[in-house]
């Protein structure tokens, strides 16, 4: 998957990054330090915006871990879910200052909601990914609130296999995550928790 090695400042921030840089160089070259004081603290800020840690996923096979940092806002039941009808719903405000990386929910596979397209890539700008568990079971992520009209940008193949916890699209200042799961599963957080993406598990699925 295509970004998938990021060390620490998603590979999107990086252009921001270097022209930042340049402009350091050149402010204290010709203008002096004082100059250049403006574009270190713009240089801290993109730094704080892009960046993508490193997560340690917990070993919760049937969990589904939170794919953003944030605070859960919302916990309910939705009689209009985008697969298959009543289906229990996660929202979480996503933290401005978080990571700048969406993470998968589940394992799983990654459907088309327009049908059957194996290995067709996913468009660039999404409001959603859509993940099959190999035990049949369908957890969908969603976006809500962009910022400046951009929606989150995956980098993901439909029918590709995608891992617990991995990184999976860029959320570009994406305001709430929604993740929807079976009505037979189990949630575990409560409104008001904060959640760091990768590492805490919102919900449980129903298999033994």
Known sequence: MIGRRNPFVAREGLPFLAVTLIGIGVA?????????????????????V??????????VPLGIVSPVDGTVVGIGLTDKS???????KIIIRVNSLGTYTARCPVEGKIMDFRGDRPHKQ??????????????????????????????????????ER????????????????EVQLPINGRVLVTAGQRVAAGSDVLAKLPHA
Do not use: K
Request: glycine fraction near 10%; aromatic fraction near 16%.
């Open 28 to 48: 204290w070259q010709y203008a002096g330090v004082n100059y250049s004081i403006p574009l270190v603290i713009l240089f801290i800020y993109f730094v704080l």
């Open 50 to 59: 892009f960046r993508d840690p490193r997560r340690d996923v917990p070993a």
């Open 82 to 88: 985008v697969l298959n009808g009543e289906a229990h």
């Open 122 to 159: 996913v468009p660039g700008e999404t409001t959603g990914l859509w993940v099959r568990t190999d035990e049949d079971d369908d957890v969908v992520l969603q976006f809500h609130g962009h910022r400046f009209g951009l929606a989150p940008r995956a980098f993901l193949r439909y029918g």
């Open 162 to 177: 995608v891992g617990q916890g991995q990184r999976c699209a860029y959320l570009r200042l994406t305001r709430f995550a």
